[in-house]
């Protein structure tokens, strides 16, 4: 054994190895002196040192050969990305400063040669110069037209004046309200036009002039605003639906031309065009690609087809084909034969069809709309049911088990309350009354929508219950022992019947048994209803009728309105109608009844001096709301914002913005529920409440007055539209005017929404209102109620007299 194998044996073994192979050295090599025995000891004990240091940190050798590695790497891609960088970039790099990537094109350009420049993110500070005017920053009026956000679909129906009435319409009540939007174009428009239609006439009856029209008005008009646009004439029923989901699939960021393809006149080409009776997508890409070779395409291309000459001009200018396949989606569609029953087509051709050609007759298009809409409804229960099937499978792997799978099926579970202020109350009812009143009373008849609500539940859990036991069984309501309903927001409302049926066997014998049934309707879908844009920087303009009686409360009403109207700069304008009876208006200019009111409204307009409120007179032996009404109307312009308002309304800023997002024009109008507080010499008797007792019991004692109408909130052009209809009324009954107000006429001559909703910030003092017996029974008998559910509640009535009684007793 040679030094080099004795090293390498020591290099591995451990300390006790070395000292038991330490004979055996000595007496293999006699001949070492003992000063090489010593250098072999040195390098024995160095070896040794050197193994368990690298026994200590084997574990991190992967570790430290991997950054090694990855830094390598890193210095190699940074020289290789950096290599023809100039002498500028590289001094930055050589001094350890950080430069941007645009930066470095910048120096690659030859746009900045200064290396020392900071190019750090900084804040840029905003110092605004006093001697230039503040220009206010417009925004546009949706998210979506700022964040470039389109529309999907918009629809067009080729129709003409012959057929815009009859299958123009049938496809307008079928299909036309699933989509954004949907326009109906002619050539010429029919003397009556179909309402709530949107018909765009183009001046000419000729088929290729109209197509030609309409294409050049979709991308002028409509061009930036959708993504796909879909023409069909209006002999096509359309499944609406389907369109809409072939649309969501595809891209709208290339050009497209799909439909069914036909080949040309000849049919040498390879190339297709779309029929145009089944209908067909044009991308917006396409749509703005063809623009420039419209007036080309007029002059160039004869044909008598529309959909063909569309075609000619799509293939000869850009090249594209029509498809009927596109990215594993098909453009399905049937084609209806003469003298057949939709009722019984049942091949797969044509469930699965997008659209339905030709459609001879209105008739014949609303039967393929029930049949399609069937089709759809049991796809979607078969869709339900095999759902429930695999919610119950999976259900038995869960924890709960079975159990836990609540009824119904793929509903959410019933709400649990964690208190008992969170506990939902069941509402008792029967056939004929209901347990559970509006106005806090034990019982009431059932009537309206609730007793439609009853008999439809009747008689839907008669028939599931048939649906269930035939044919074994077939029941027959006798009658309703107990009916229990609750609304549960997290689900929908449920229902508890105790039914006495009759059931009947199939021999024939009956027995009249009693059955709990249990059934919900869930809530479905929530629906955004879309809104017109309003802005709550729209000017009110606020009415006060004033009578002799009404002089007291006046003060209070100009304070609330200086402190929340004109302190606060807001965009309202106040007017008084003054009403005099025609005694007092013999009199005014000896006595006038409205001194004292004209004498703060001069104060007022004094201590702000660009203020000027200005008042009406009226004289007239019934104030009638809408007799008022037509004066006003008549002295401001059409588009004004009114607000009707009472000298009890306590005027503030946030009901002001209320009125302004509620009341749209040719929409809506809004007629709020005010808050009226009860008396307080029946609320707190004897004791007088202090500021902090008011404020604790704000919204508390009162409630929310639903037989006032007097405020509302409308456009002048609305209430002009709806008198205009009243007119003829009116000749045949001059006494309709004193009759009614503002309300009734919206409800009963304007097809606007009318919405009544409570309106918190809208709160009133309580005050005996005078009830005046000439106007009609029902605004005399609202008054009445008004006046004597005012009062106070049940509960400090029940008090009232008690102690009444007590001190009577005594």
């Known amino acids: 054994m040679n030094v080099a194998s004795w090293l390498r044996l020591q290099m591995v073994s451990t300390v006790s190895d070395l000292t038991f192979c330490a004979s055996p050295v000595e007496e293999t090599y006699p001949d070492l002196t003992s000063s090489d025995w010593s250098g072999l000891q040195k390098t024995a004990w160095s070896a040794m040192r050197?193994?368990?240091?690298?026994?200590?940190?084997?574990?991190?050798?992967?570790?430290?050969?991997?950054?090694?590695?990855?830094?390598?790497?890193?210095?190699?891609?940074?020289?290789?990305?950096?290599?023809?960088?100039?002498?500028?970039?590289?001094?930055?790099?050589?001094?350890?400063?950080?430069?941007?990537?645009?930066?470095?094109?910048?120096?690659?350009?030859?746009?900045?040669?200064?290396?020392?420049?900071?190019?750090?993110?900084?804040?840029?500070?905003?110092?605004?110069?006093?001697?230039?005017?503040?220009?206010?920053?417009?925004?546009?009026?949706?998210?979506?037209?700022?964040?470039?956000?389109?529309?999907?679909?918009?629809?067009?129906?080729?129709?003409?004046r012959a057929t815009l009435n009859t299958l123009g319409v049938a496809v307008n009540k079928t299909v036309a309200h699933h989509f954004h939007r949907t326009f109906f174009f002619t050539g010429l428009r029919s003397t009556k036009a179909p309402h709530g239609m949107a018909v765009v006439a183009h001046g000419d009856d000729r088929p290729v002039w109209l197509m030609y029209e309409t294409?050049?008005?979709?991308?002028?008009?409509?061009?930036?605003?959708?993504?796909?646009?879909?023409?069909?004439q209006d002999d096509t029923y359309t499944q609406a639906e389907r369109v809409m989901e072939l649309v969501n699939h595809l891209s709208a960021g290339q050009d497209m031309y799909m439909g069914r393809a036909e080949e040309f006149i000849g049919g040498e080409e390879r190339a297709r065009y779309c029929h145009g009776g089944y209908g067909y997508l044009l991308s917006r890409s396409l749509l703005a690609r063809l623009q420039p070779h419209l007036?080309?395409?007029?002059?160039?291309?004869?044909?008598?087809?529309?959909?063909?000459?569309?075609?000619?001009?799509?293939?000869?200018?850009?090249?594209?084909?029509?498809?009927?396949?596109?990215?594993?989606?098909?453009?399905?569609?049937?084609?209806?034969?003469?003298?057949?029953?939709?009722?019984?087509?049942?091949?797969?051709?044509?469930?699965?069809?997008?659209?339905?050609?030709?459609?001879?007759?209105?008739?014949?298009?609303?039967?393929?709309?029930?049949?399609?809409?069937?089709?759809?409804?049991?796809?979607?229960?078969?869709?339900?049911?095999?759902?429930?099937?695999?919610?119950n499978n999976i259900s038995e792997?869960?924890?709960?088990?079975?159990?836990?799978?609540?009824?119904?099926?793929?509903?959410?579970?019933?709400?649990?309350?964690?208190?008992?202020?969170?506990?939902?109350?069941?509402?008792?009812?029967?056939?004929?009354?209901?347990?559970?009143?509006?106005?806090?009373?034990?019982?009431?008849?059932?009537?309206?929508?609730?007793?439609?609500?009853v008999n439809s539940v009747l008689e839907t859990a008669v028939g599931r219950l048939n649906e269930r036991y035939q044919p074994q069984l077939r029941f027959r309501k006798r009658r309703l022992l107990n009916g229990y309903r609750r609304f549960d927001p997290t689900r929908g409302m449920e229902y508890v019947l105790d039914l006495a049926l009759e059931a009947f066997t199939q021999k024939g014998h009956s027995q009249v048994i009693a059955k709990r049934v249990s059934l919900l309707k869930p809530l479905s879908a929530v629906e955004i209803i879309p809104m017109p844009y309003v802005t709550e920087a729209t000017r009110v303009q606020v009415i006060l009728p004033v009578t002799a009686h009404d002089q007291d409360f006046v003060g209070n009403f100009l304070d609330m309105y200086v402190m929340n109207a004109l302190d606060t700069h807001d965009n309202a304008l106040l007017t008084f109608l003054f009403v005099y009876d025609p005694f007092d208006a013999q009199r005014v200019s000896q006595t006038d009844v409205f001194a004292g009111v004209k004498a703060m409204i001069g104060e007022v307009e004094k201590r702000y001096g660009d203020v000027k409120i200005p008042w009406i007179s009226v004289k007239t032996e019934v104030p009638s709301q809408v007799k008022l009404m037509d004066i006003i109307s008549k002295k401001h312009p059409?588009?004004?914002?009114?607000?009707?308002?009472?000298?009890?309304?306590?005027?503030?800023?946030?009901?002001?913005?209320?009125?302004?997002?509620?009341?749209?024009?040719?929409?809506?109008?809004?007629?709020?529920?005010?808050?009226?507080e009860y008396s307080p010499a029946l609320v707190y008797r004897d004791q007088q409440p202090s500021a902090a007792s008011f404020a604790s019991e704000a919204l508390r004692d009162g409630h929310f007055d639903r037989h006032v109408f007097e405020e509302a909130c409308f456009y002048n052009a609305d209430y002009m539209a709806a008198r205009t209809k009243m007119a003829a009324d009116i000749l045949d009954n001059d006494e309709l005017l004193e009759s009614m107000d503002v309300y009734e006429i919206f409800v009963r001559y304007s097809v606007l929404h009318v919405f009544r909703a409570v309106e918190p910030a809208l709160v009133q003092k309580y005050v005996h209102r005078e009830c005046n017996p000439r106007f009609s029974e029902d605004i005399y008998h609202r008054c009445v109620l008004s006046n004597l559910e005012g009062l106070a509640s049940r509960s400090h009535l029940a008090m009232a007299l008690f102690e009444q009684e007590q001190a009577n007793s005594t």
């Not at 940190?57 to 090694?68: K, N």
């Not at 905003?126 to 979506?144: E, G, Q, S």
Request: charged residues 25%.
């Open 295 to 391: 007036d080309s395409c007029r002059n160039d291309i004869l044909s008598v087809r529309p959909d063909e000459w569309l075609g000619r001009c799509i293939i000869d200018y850009l090249g594209l084909s029509c498809v009927e396949k596109h990215q594993e989606m098909t453009y399905r569609y049937f084609e209806l034969q003469k003298n057949v029953d939709p009722e019984r087509e049942d091949s797969a051709q044509f469930k699965g069809a997008f659209t339905v050609h030709p459609v001879s007759e209105p008739f014949l298009m609303y039967r393929l709309h029930k049949r399609y809409n069937q089709i759809e409804l049991d796809w979607t229960y078969a869709q339900i049911q095999q759902l429930q099937k695999q919610i």
């Open 215 to 232: 294409i050049r008005h979709l991308h002028q008009h409509h061009g930036n605003e959708y993504d796909w646009f879909y023409l069909a």
């Open 50 to 160: 050197l193994s368990s240091f690298l026994a200590v940190f084997r574990p991190a050798l992967p570790l430290i050969l991997g950054l090694s590695l990855g830094c390598s790497l890193s210095l190699l891609m940074v020289s290789w990305t950096q290599g023809d960088t100039d002498e500028a970039c590289g001094d930055e790099l050589g001094n350890g400063r950080l430069i941007h990537s645009s930066h470095i094109r910048d120096l690659q350009d030859g746009q900045d040669g200064d290396g020392n420049e900071d190019f750090q993110p900084r804040i840029v500070p905003y110092h605004k110069d006093p001697n230039k005017p503040h220009k206010k920053v417009l925004r546009t009026r949706y998210i979506h037209t700022e964040l470039g956000i389109r529309e999907r679909l918009l629809v067009g129906i080729l129709s003409s």
């Open 638 to 676: 059409v588009d004004t914002l009114f607000f009707l308002a009472s000298v009890w309304t306590e005027v503030n800023a946030d009901f002001l913005n209320r009125c302004r997002m509620n009341a749209i024009s040719n929409w809506q109008v809004f007629f709020p529920i005010h808050f009226q």
């Open 397 to 453: 792997l869960t924890p709960e088990g079975k159990s836990g799978a609540t009824w119904p099926i793929g509903i959410n579970p019933p709400f649990r309350p964690k208190t008992r202020f969170e506990v939902i109350n069941w509402e008792y009812f029967t056939e004929e009354h209901i347990y559970s009143c509006a106005d806090s009373s034990p019982k009431c008849e059932l009537r309206g929508a609730d007793r439609a609500d």
